[in-house]
């Protein structure tokens, strides 16, 4: 069965880090573009960053978490990573992971939530003092 699995959420105060991880089982990564989702409570799942799968690795982010989060991959162990500094109440709430063959790589199609076919279950991140 082809899946995603999210790991490394927790509770942590403002100003903190944390860093998830995504480990695909059945799931060529490689040559497939990454992209990490969250959804708060109450509201839409929306994109956060992204990664490409030339040798380039481009990434992406959305505005809300340019400069304090970092996305990665390490293609031979089928995984990605997201990096979070900085973390602010706001940024509160269940990441997943998402893949798909046919997701392009850019700014626009990396966050193009209907875009991705396969999906992890997800992982909680709280932010609180």
């Known amino acids: 069965q082809k899946r995603l699995v999210e790991s490394g959420g927790g509770q942590v105060q403002p100003g903190g880090s944390l860093t998830l991880s995504c480990a695909s089982s059945r799931v060529d990564l490689q040559d497939w573009t990454i992209a990490w989702f969250r959804q708060a409570p109450g509201k839409e799942r929306e994109g956060g960053a992204g990664?490409?799968?030339?040798?380039?690795?481009?990434?992406f982010y959305t505005d809300s978490v340019r400069g304090r989060f970092i996305v990665s991959r390490n293609n031979p162990a089928g995984m990605s990573y997201l990096q979070m500094n900085n973390l602010k109440p706001e940024d509160s709430g269940t990441y997943f992971c998402?893949?798909?063959?046919?997701?392009?790589?850019?700014?626009?199609?990396?966050?193009?939530?209907?875009?991705?076919?396969?999906w992890g279950q997800g992982t909680q991140v709280v932010v609180a003092s």
């Open positions: 990664v490409g799968s030339s040798d380039r690795r481009p990434t």
């Open positions: 998402a893949t798909d063959p046919d997701v392009t790589t850019g700014q626009n199609s990396c966050f193009r939530r209907a875009g991705y076919q396969y």
